[in-house]
């Protein structure tokens, strides 16, 4: 081992392995079996975060906290998932029905101009904002210390869930945690020092504006308000309390400052509370937030501290030690985990740096999406604006669908049911939207949302005219039987759900008089636009009818309700409606450069290059095109693909963690890894969170889908209807050897694979609950039958 190496080692083994002394949170439950699973795991850095997309994260699924480790002054960013801005919210143009009926005419005819005018004008409602999700606030920490910090580091431990600062100052060394707990509802800051009354710190609460503070009693202050755009817009009632619980030296409180000198320890505990109704957010909850405030805090106080911890970590391992990853590329964890994305920016490959990625996207999932939680947004629940971009709203048309792609796949079922639940709550305003806007039975959501549950259309054509959110939403409740068998969340959840959308489709398709099938519209491709036939100068539209998204979208919800329709025993007349449309429903076609084609004409593209690659829906995460069912449209999907990219397609995030799961379903494993790394060569910050640009958290989750989905596939069934376990099927070279323990496939299998030189050695496939599957490696496959909790070893042969 090289000195470089070993002097690293000691330094990491220092922050994660700290002394009892020097560290509360020390426990038998965080030690990892291996130094280098302590590696694995854990973010690192050697200075403190310069801005807020440099901190580190913390979460409970409710409350949110970004840690900076500052030294003398140190601040930590506070969220709590609920308080918003708003009303008043959009609320659509009743009766616009008439004017889709002749949007509808005038596409048919060719005048693409004035069907976006009338749309435009007579659809969709204003668009009003801001009205965002908001910071909570910040807990400024100002300590009294005199001298150069030496042997500083700060770390994410991903295993455990804590973040850790420590240096030493005038020979002593100080330690600062962090942790969000989602048992005791609190985040919990520990401060210690390797010597006796060394903490001398002042305390307050802050927020850009909405605000007041003050202290109760000697040692707890507190801050409340109600969130708000300008004075407008009033939202969500909020409180957050501090309570300092200091191990000797003096405590003050005065006008909102806890001021403490000369202790030796420090437990600080952040509660918050909102007056936010998830069931109804119209009619606010009439609870006292002091009094819930208070208690939460007594509550959490009064635990023995080696027992808030045990709580926190356990719970949180019993969800994150279910997956274990290694793909190898251990010498490269000798180097800070900003420098080490530096490298990979400069063209270095980190597999280790990969395995990191995958695993920080679960914790974030974890940590942002607990059940009785709202689901994650588009920023997780880390957000440190008042107006954040896009207000980090439900982004439906993909970013709040991407949010949970790795949900079931790296067994997180659990953290699926937030957005199950959400989904849900839009249920009567969309069949609300449904009725006014467009005389449909079911529900609808368009592009977007929020916790005010409103789906009507809003803004510009381009991205408001698209009634498909509610739709794509229903498979994931589909996708969830898939992965857990589960036949009472089919019949009482999922079926309804899926019904009330076919519903709603099943009146807004319409017959193309040119080809006789049923087609939606007039609508847009995502975001997308083209110029019109017979168009002049730079005038572009949107909305067109027959999009291929739209089809595919229509495509598998009307297959998941028969499906799921065929399992309950159920056959009526609304299935057979069903059975009669999705047969005459019109599907993408191939253009004549023999790409498959985003609109239902050929028209010339805008911008060739576009972030949205939604004609490849029923690729990924759809299942209607595959390799085995649909050989005919793999060309027609790569030639798409590869124009985006050599038109400067992938350029945010999200847009590159989608293509990688592209390639991957593709069995390209040489793309798949290439644009895994440009993932994090250029839409990754230092602290591993990604860029739109600006921060936007469905990138991470979608970075992590797309590893699963390069080692483990499962959405093909064979000619028995048995679910085929693809086993390495994007295996890159740089992934030479390597393991994964704990991933989920559809069927209710869980897999554990090994692999060495680029091949196989052993797989392990278990069955939670029975079942038949057919196992492929290659070209080798063999059909498995197993009882509910029987498991099957297999070598390379798959003998």
């Not at 985040?187 to 007041?212: G, M």
Request: charged letters at 20%; hydrophobic letters at 35%.
């Amino acid at each position: 081992m090289n000195k470089k190496l070993s002097k690293a080692i000691l330094l990491l083994l220092g922050l994660v392995f700290m002394p009892i002394q020097e560290s509360y949170s020390q426990t038998k439950s965080d030690t990892p079996t291996n130094i280098q699973d302590a590696f694995e795991n854990t973010l690192w850095y050697t200075a403190p975060a310069k801005e807020w997309i440099e901190a580190l994260p913390v979460g409970n699924g409710r409350l949110g906290a970004m840690v900076y480790g500052g030294v003398i002054n140190e601040k930590i960013q506070l969220n709590e998932e609920s308080v918003w801005a708003g009303p008043p919210i959009p609320t659509g143009k009743p009766g616009a029905w008439t004017s889709i009926e002749e949007a509808r005419k005038l596409i048919f005819n060719g005048q693409y101009t004035e069907a976006n005018t009338l749309v435009q004008d007579n659809v969709l409602d204003r668009r009003i904002a801001p009205r965002s999700y908001q910071t909570l606030g910040e807990l400024n920490l100002n300590f009294k210390i005199e001298g150069e910090a030496k042997n500083y580091k700060r770390a994410l431990n991903l295993d455990n869930a804590i973040t850790k600062t420590s240096f030493t100052v005038n020979g002593i060394t100080y330690v600062r945690e962090v942790f969000s707990t989602p048992i005791d509802q609190v985040i919990v800051v520990l401060l210690t020092a390797d010597k006796p009354n060394a903490i001398s710190v002042d305390l307050n609460l802050d927020r850009p504006a909405d605000f007041e503070v003050a202290s109760i009693g000697k040692n707890k202050i507190k801050m409340w308000g109600q969130a708000s755009h300008k004075g407008k817009h009033l939202g969500v009632k909020y409180e957050t309390q501090l309570m300092a619980v200091p191990k000797g030296g003096k405590l003050t409180s005065v006008d909102g400052v806890i001021s403490i000198e000369n202790a030796t320890s420090v437990k600080l505990l952040i509660s918050a509370a909102t007056d936010y109704n998830r069931e109804d957010p119209f009619s606010p909850l009439k609870h006292n937030l002091s009094k819930e405030c208070t208690s939460d805090l007594n509550a959490a106080n009064k635990k023995q501290l080696k027992k808030l911890i045990e709580a926190h970590t356990n719970e949180y391992q019993r969800l994150f030690r279910r997956v274990s990853i290694n793909l190898g590329n251990f010498t490269a964890h000798e180097l800070p985990t900003d420098e080490r994305l530096e490298a990979v920016k400069n063209g270095a490959d980190d597999a280790g740096l990969l395995a990191l990625y995958f695993q920080y996207g679960r914790y974030l999932l974890i940590s942002s999406s607990r059940e009785g939680s709202l689901p994650a947004n588009l920023q997780g629940i880390w957000n440190n604006h008042l107006n954040a971009p896009w207000n980090s709203d439900y982004h439906t048309n993909i970013n709040m669908q991407m949010n949970y792609w790795p949900a079931e796949v790296t067994n997180l079922s659990e953290c699926h049911e937030p957005f199950f639940s959400f989904i849900e709550s839009l249920v009567p305003s969309g069949q609300k939207t449904a009725k006014e806007i467009y005389n449909n039975d079911g529900f609808v959501v368009h592009h977007t949302t929020d916790v005010w549950h409103w789906t009507v259309p809003i803004g510009r054509v381009g991205y408001g005219m698209w009634p498909m959110g509610g739709a794509w939403a229903t498979s994931h409740f589909m996708e969830h039987y898939n992965y857990t068998g589960d036949k009472m969340f089919l019949a009482e959840r999922a079926y309804p759900i899926i019904k009330e959308s076919s519903k709603f489709l099943l009146d807004w398709l319409t017959t193309d008089p040119r080809s006789g099938k049923l087609v939606s519209g007039p609508s847009t491709s995502p975001e997308n636009k083209f110029f019109p036939p017979n168009g002049t100068g730079d005038s572009y539209v949107n909305l067109g009818m027959g999009n291929a998204m739209d089809q595919e979208i229509v495509w598998e919800n009307f297959t998941n309700l028969l499906e799921a329709a065929e399992v309950l025993g159920i056959n009526d007349e609304f299935t057979a409606k069903v059975t009669v449309a999705l047969e005459n429903l019109a599907l993408p076609k191939i253009g004549s450069d023999g790409r498959l084609m985003e609109w239902s004409e050929e028209f010339k593209e805008v911008d060739p290059g576009h972030r949205h690659l939604s004609h490849l829906y029923g690729l990924y995460p759809g299942k209607q095109f595959n390799k085995k069912d649909t050989p005919y449209i793999i060309d027609a999907i790569y030639r798409s693909i590869n124009h985006r990219l050599a038109n400067g397609g992938g350029h945010t995030g999200w847009s590159r963690a989608w293509i990688i799961n592209f390639y991957a379903r593709l069995g390209d494993a040489d793309k798949s890894y290439e644009n895994l790394k440009a993932l994090l060569q250029k839409s990754t910050s230092t602290n591993l969170f990604d860029f739109h640009p600006p921060f936007q958290i469905d990138g991470n989750f979608g970075g992590t889908a797309g590893i699963a989905e390069m080692l483990l596939q499962s959405h093909i069934k064979d000619a028995n209807g048995n679910v085929i376990l693809d086993l390495l099927p994007a295996l890159p070279k740089e992934w030479a050897s390597g393991s994964i323990k704990g991933l989920i496939s559809r069927g209710g299998f869980e897999v554990d694979l090994e692999w060495e030189n680029g091949t196989l050695k052993t797989a392990t496939i278990a069955s939670k609950g029975g079942g038949n599957c057919n196992v492929q490696f290659g070209e080798i496959s063999i059909d498995l039958a197993l009882a509910a909790g029987e498991k099957r070893i297999l070598n390379n042969k798959l003998k």
